[in-house]
């Protein structure tokens, strides 16, 4: 229950500083850089040491593929439905297609299936959600962003992306044990990750602006704490024909709120940051009500 507070305190947090303008108003830039360029890596590099990997775990590691390409369909379908805006369509499907299986997620699993489902959360949360962020969300938020983007530089950037880069040299280096001083220094890094980035969101939330954005909100949240789980249960359940723990686990991070470092990718390209920002706000919130739920819908599995 400590990080959980800790994800409120640090939203608020955010929300104080820029209501009584403590700091410029172009704080969550410089913040967001350092969580992708350091943090972010950082915690990757620590997290995936120790880590098992066997066979049976690939259907958890896949559910973060198909919930994101899941989010494609939907908001690519609606963007010509109801005229979104690249932007928009591009905020939803970010925001909408990636959970937050790490700073809520781990918790939440902790708190409903004991530490024993933290292994199954770790693998969705490193192999799964970061992998898609780093390849399919770079390349959504370039195609969506404003700028003009060619696919050779859609690749580069994908390739260049830090925390991706950071992934694949965790792989690399999974046979050797880091130094003491080595795991610390990672570890303490990556710390810092959910905390400053619920600051970040907090600097750019703006409740006033709800209005505005309040069928797209509700879209986006509609299918992050109901449809996009409800769909893959059906999946995995009736074609996939899995059962059991590791299951319930892996549609239990399928159901959590929107996930922070999407967020910050879709911020940094552009799209539609006040809905960015009130989807992670509103959606982590709502999560709290929404989860319990989840756990006893999958009670049976």
Same mark, same amino acid.
């Given at each position: 229950?400590?990080?959980?507070?800790?994800? +409120?305190v640090?939203?608020?947090? @955010?929300m104080v500083l820029r209501?009584?303008?403590?700091?410029p108003?172009?704080?969550?830039?410089?913040?967001?850089?350092?969580?992708?360029h350091? =943090?972010?890596?950082?915690?990757?590099?620590?997290?995936i040491h120790? &880590?098992s990997l066997?066979?049976?775990l690939?259907?958890?590691?896949?559910?973060?593929?198909?919930l994101?390409?899941?989010?494609?369909?939907?908001?690519?379908?609606?963007?010509?439905?109801?005229?979104?805006?690249?932007?928009?369509?591009g #905020?939803? !499907?970010?925001?909408?297609?990636? #959970?937050n299986?790490?700073?809520v997620?781990?918790?939440? !699993?902790?708190?409903?299936?004991?530490?024993g489902?933290?292994?199954?959360?770790l693998l969705?949360?490193?192999?799964g959600?970061?992998?898609?962020? @780093?390849?399919?969300?770079i390349?959504?938020?370039c195609?969506?962003?404003?700028?003009?983007?060619?696919?050779?530089?859609i690749?580069?950037?994908?390739?260049?992306?830090?925390?991706?880069?950071?992934?694949?040299l965790? /792989? #690399?280096?999974?046979?050797?044990?880091?130094?003491a001083?080595?795991?610390?220094?990672?570890? $303490?890094?990556?710390d810092?990750?959910a905390p400053? =980035? /619920?600051?970040?969101?907090?600097l750019?939330? $703006? &409740?006033?602006?709800? *209005?505005g954005?309040r069928?797209? /909100?509700?879209?986006?949240?509609a +299918?992050?704490?109901?449809?996009?789980?409800?769909v893959?249960?059906?999946?995995?359940v009736?074609? +996939?024909?899995?059962? @059991?723990?590791?299951t319930?686990?892996?549609?239990?991070e *399928?159901a959590?709120?929107p996930?922070i470092g999407?967020? !910050?990718? =879709?911020?940094?390209?552009?799209l539609?940051?006040?809905?960015?920002?009130?989807?992670v706000?509103?959606g982590?919130a709502l999560?709290f009500?929404t989860?319990?739920?989840?756990?006893?819908?999958?009670?049976?599995?």
């Amino acid at each position: 229950m400590t990080n959980i507070a800790l994800l +409120f305190v640090c939203l608020l947090v @955010g929300m104080v500083l820029r209501a009584t303008k403590r700091v410029p108003d172009n704080t969550h830039l410089g913040v967001n850089g350092y969580l992708i360029h350091v =943090a972010l890596p950082a915690l990757i590099l620590s997290q995936i040491h120790g &880590l098992s990997l066997t066979p049976d775990l690939a259907f958890p590691v896949l559910m973060p593929w198909l919930l994101f390409s899941l989010s494609v369909l939907v908001f690519g379908g609606l963007s010509a439905v109801l005229r979104l805006t690249p932007s928009t369509a591009g #905020a939803l !499907i970010l925001s909408a297609g990636l #959970a937050n299986t790490s700073f809520v997620g781990l918790p939440m !699993i902790e708190t409903f299936y004991g530490t024993g489902g933290l292994t199954t959360g770790l693998l969705i949360d490193q192999l799964g959600s970061y992998l898609v962020l @780093g390849t399919l969300g770079i390349a959504v938020a370039c195609f969506c962003s404003q700028t003009e983007a060619s696919a050779r530089s859609i690749a580069f950037r994908i390739a260049t992306f830090p925390p991706l880069i950071a992934l694949v040299l965790a /792989l #690399a280096l999974y046979p050797i044990t880091y130094p003491a001083w080595t795991s610390a220094l990672l570890r $303490r890094l990556g710390d810092t990750l959910a905390p400053l =980035a /619920l600051v970040s969101v907090g600097l750019q939330l $703006r &409740l006033d602006q709800f *209005a505005g954005h309040r069928v797209h /909100l509700g879209l986006g949240l509609a +299918f992050k704490l109901i449809l996009g789980p409800l769909v893959l249960a059906l999946l995995y359940v009736v074609v +996939f024909q899995q059962k @059991g723990g590791t299951t319930q686990i892996t549609l239990f991070e *399928a159901a959590m709120g929107p996930m922070i470092g999407g967020a !910050i990718v =879709a911020i940094q390209h552009g799209l539609n940051p006040p809905l960015v920002t009130l989807m992670v706000g509103v959606g982590i919130a709502l999560s709290f009500l929404t989860l319990p739920l989840w756990w006893l819908i999958l009670l049976p599995l």
